[in-house]
Nanobody, 126 residues
Framework: QVQLVESGGGLVQPGGSLRLSCAAS????????IGWFRQAPGKEREGVSC????????YYTDSVKGRFTIARDNTKNTVYLQMNSLTPEDTAVYYCARGRLFRCGSTWYSDGMNYWGKGTLVTVSS
């Protein structure tokens, strides 16, 4: 069955970096878009980034542009989210999700995903 397992979360100081990993199994990673989402305490889940099966097609929410980078290694069945210059506002549970199609599409952040991981907690605090 389709499984997505996030890892790499933890506690980091403001200005620091983390790299999240999303290990995929049960399907051919290269055939699907993958998204990263986050949910902060008391807030709705938001789309952070998405990468289509064509690695040149990536999307970022405005608040992380220039700080976060999404990448995929289909040979390792893994998608990464490199997060730099972290701020306390980045504190959240981060989820990866599998897209319905090979491309992210214009609504990837709302209805573009149909399988979800259980999340990894990122805490940015001094």
């Amino acid at each position: 069955q389709v499984q997505l397992v996030e890892s790499g979360g933890g506690l980091v100081q403001p200005g620091g970096s983390l790299r999240l990993s999303c290990a995929a199994s049960g399907f051919t990673l290269g055939a699907y878009a993958i998204g990263w989402f986050r949910q902060a305490p008391g807030k709705e889940r938001e789309g952070v980034s998405c990468i289509s099966s064509n690695v040149g097609d990536t999307y970022y929410t405005d608040s992380v542009k220039g700080r976060f980078t999404i990448a995929r290694d289909n040979t390792k069945n893994t998608v990464y989210l490199q997060m730099n210059s972290l701020t306390p506002e980045d504190t959240a549970v981060y989820y990866c999700a599998r897209g319905r199609l090979f491309r992210c599409g214009s609504t990837w952040y709302s209805d573009g995903m149909n399988y979800w991981g259980k999340g990894t907690l990122v805490t940015v605090s001094s």
